[in-house]
């Protein structure tokens, strides 16, 4: 497949400088096959974790309202930004997580799109291990991106489902 020099600068944007991004690289390979480029305009449009509205994307990714709205909403439901709505004065405002903890786990809990897609569930192992290389030894005991919750005190019931969401207790 060819390589996407927007979904590169994607990649670069969510990862902050954390690790080098390559089409071989989890961060990238986990979008890859699927996102279109529209999503990543519109992404492109977001600052990490800093809240931005519908009319300021809109024009940052060169679209119209109409469609940046519809935008976001495609790719909060996929799992890639974070939507938050203040019904009472009818405010969306967006932002764009990290890989972890953020876009990753937001794509692993949305079954539907996992099973049609399972290179996600294969780029998320391959972000844990391999893209934390670097990192691990610099991060202090307890401190990681991530942490094992025991399935006995994650879970009050068996659920249903094969991917479960869990609280800790």
Request: proline fraction near 7%.
């Amino acid at each position: 497949m060819e390589v996407r020099e927007n979904l590169i600068k994607l990649c670069e944007k969510i990862n902050d400088g954390h690790y080098k991004i390559t089409p071989d690289c989890a961060e990238y390979r986990v979008f890859e096959q699927w996102i279109t480029d529209e999503q990543i305009a519109v992404m492109m449009a977001l600052t990490s974790m800093k809240p931005a509205f519908v009319p300021l994307i809109a024009r940052k990714a060169g679209l119209s309202v109409k469609r940046t709205r519809e935008v976001l909403h495609e790719i909060t439901d996929i799992g890639l930004v974070v939507q938050v709505v203040v019904p009472k004065v009818g405010l969306e405002i967006y932002l764009l997580p990290p890989y972890t903890p953020g876009i990753f786990e937001f794509l692993l809990i949305n079954e539907k799109f996992c099973l049609a897609h399972p290179e996600i569930a294969y780029a998320f192992h391959q972000h844990a291990t391999t893209s934390q290389i670097e990192h691990a030894p610099n991060t202090p005991m307890g401190a990681g991106i991530m942490r094992v919750i025991p399935r006995s005190r994650s879970t009050t019931s068996a659920a249903p489902s094969t991917l479960r969401t869990t609280t800790a207790t």
